[in-house]
């Protein structure tokens, strides 16, 4: 089994960085592929989320990791193209500290297992940055560490619950054959074939 402390974020953080910087201030009232969410309430929601597993991996815990993501639809204010980033960056930094990756922590409200939250964090920004190409128009190939670790959360997931509605819906069927990027976004709830306007 893969020690989880060897997974680096920071490619997939990058990913996410580069894709956000590609926003055009013209999409960002645009649908995406989550369907209560705007592009801004999807970068909204990455900001969010790289500082509250930000500071999951620092186990410096309190209204960042406490508060559930479903509280209220998030939002970006006029800072946000360098307040992402930067986020991006310390979230990144944070898991390449073993310690983050051991011990409990809390994310979004609820107390976890460093480790999961690790790979949790992994298949927000995989997933996430696939809304976020999709909805802009941009090509997109994901780290492929982080799509792995994100695939695998998703099929353990995908096995024992029943979800529906949310950021993550009923799962999507999609051919055994398919890329790897396409079955966890079927299993994330999504359908890979989802474009702009379509």
């Given amino acids: 089994m893969t020690d ?3 997974l680096d974020l920071g490619p997939q953080t ?3 960085a580069h894709l956000a910087a590609g926003v055009a201030d013209e999409q960002l009232a645009d649908p995406t592929p989550c369907p209560k969410m705007a ?6 929601h990455l900001l969010g989320l790289s500082v509250a597993f930000r500071d999951a991996g620092r186990k410096a815990l309190g209204p960042t990791t406490d508060t559930s993501p479903d509280t209220t639809v998030p939002d970006i204010g006029p800072g946000w193209r360098a307040e992402l980033p930067k986020a991006l960056d ?3 930094d944070a898991w390449r500290d073993p310690a983050a990756w051991t011990g409990m922590t809390r994310a979004g409200g609820v107390d976890l297992p460093g480790d999961l939250a690790g790979v949790i964090a992994a298949d927000e920004l995989l997933i996430h ?3 976020l190409a999709r909805a802009t128009g941009q090509p997109y ?3 492929p560490a982080a799509l792995r670790a994100s695939y695998g959360f998703l099929l353990a997931a995908a096995e024992e ?3 529906d509605g949310s950021l993550f819906g009923p799962v999507v069927t999609v051919p055994q054959d398919a890329p790897l990027l396409d079955r966890a976004v079927g299993l ?3 359908d890979p074939g989802w474009h702009r306007g379509g």
């Fill in 188 to 190: 994330s709830g999504r």
């Fill in 141 to 143: 190939e994901p780290d």
């Fill in 90 to 92: 310390e979230l990144a």
């Fill in 129 to 131: 940055a696939w809304d």
């Fill in 39 to 44: 592009v801004r309430n999807l970068l909204g």
């Fill in 161 to 163: 619950t029943v979800r």
């Fill in 14 to 16: 990058r990913i996410v």
């Fill in 4 to 6: 989880l402390t060897t």
